[in-house]
C-alpha cells in the first residue's frame, strides 16, 4: 500500500505542475494573440497613414506643376510687357473713345435705360454675350482709360504698368 500512496502523491504532484504549466500556457497564448492584434492594428493604421501622405504628396506635387507653368507664364507675359514698353513714347498718345454700341431699352414707364450694368461697360452687355461688341485693347477700356486707379489686386498709372498689390 506505500507504493499506491507514493504512486498517488506522485500522480497528483504531476497533475498539478501539468495543471499550471497548462494554465501558464493559455496566459501566454493569451498574450501572444493580443499582442498580435495590436500589432495589425498598428500596421494598418501605419498604411492609412503613408496612402493619405502619398495621395498629399501626389496633390501637392501636381499643384508644384500648375504654379511652374503659371510661373513660365507670367515670366512670358511680363518679357512681352517689358518689350512692349521700351517703344513706347514719354508722352502716351490721346486715346480715342473706344466705339461703343449702346442699346436703349424704353420701359413701361417711358424711360430711356442703357442696357449696360458694368463698371468696364462691355462685359456685362448683352450686345458682349450675343458677340456683338468690338475687341479692343485694355488700355482702351473706359474704367482703364483713366490713367491711374486699382480694381482687383492690380494698380494702374498714366504709363499703363500694371502692379500687383
Not at 506505500?2 to 498539478?16: A, G, I, Q
Not at 511680363?78 to 512692349?84: A, D, E, L, V
Not at 420701359?107 to 450675343?130: K, L, Q, W
Request: proline share 4%; net charge negative.
Amino acid at each position: 500500500m506505500v507504493d499506491e500512496e507514493e504512486e498517488d502523491l506522485n500522480v497528483r504532484y504531476w497533475k498539478t505542475k501539468y495543471e499550471l504549466l497548462h494554465e501558464d500556457y493559455k496566459q501566454t497564448k493569451q498574450r501572444a494573440e493580443n499582442l498580435e492584434n495590436r500589432l495589425l492594428d498598428i500596421v494598418e493604421e501605419s498604411e492609412r497613414k503613408q496612402e493619405k501622405s502619398e495621395e498629399t504628396i501626389g496633390d501637392l506635387e501636381r499643384k508644384l506643376e500648375e504654379s511652374g507653368r503659371r510661373i513660365e507664364q507670367l515670366k512670358a507675359a511680363c518679357f512681352r510687357y517689358k518689350n512692349q514698353t521700351r517703344g513706347v513714347p514719354d508722352k502716351p498718345p490721346e486715346l480715342e473713345p473706344p466705339a461703343q454700341k449702346i442699346r436703349t431699352v424704353r420701359t413701361t414707364s417711358g424711360e430711356s435705360v442703357n442696357s449696360r450694368s458694368s463698371i468696364d461697360g462691355i462685359t456685362r452687355s448683352p450686345e458682349f454675350h450675343a458677340g456683338e461688341h468690338l475687341i479692343c485693347e485694355y488700355h482702351q477700356l473706359p474704367v482703364l482709360a483713366k490713367g491711374e486707379g486699382f480694381i482687383y489686386g492690380f494698380r494702374w498709372t498714366t504709363e499703363n504698368k500694371i502692379h500687383i498689390v
